[in-house]
């Protein structure tokens, strides 16, 4: 199984949802979070002083899915992500070694 983890823009996250959606997965989790890469960040005024804002607003997807799925899964992510723009996010991919159900205590691909 594989974990993917995705930081994609806030306003990408609806159209990530139902590529996801659509690939048959109904499972995910859906962090707000703040980081910075290439895309730097940018100046703004408050009170007429002038700061710079670094850690950019972004929003995180993580599923786990079948090692089967983990292609479909990467292409549906991209092709609903990008903008072309610095600062489309990125994508991590990691193993995972077990997965529980903690309701019916399933373990593994029946967990999911």
Known sequence: MKRIEAIVRHFKLESVKEALTELGIHGMTVTEVRGFGRQKGHKETYRGAEYIVD???KVK???VVEDSMERPVVEAIVS????GQVGDGKIFI????????IR???ENESAL
């Open 55 to 57: 850690f950019m607003p």
């Open 61 to 63: 997807v993580e599923v």
């Open 80 to 83: 609903s992500a990008r903008t």
């Open 94 to 101: 990691s193993a995972v070694e077990t997965v529980v159900r």
């Open 104 to 106: 019916t205590g399933e």
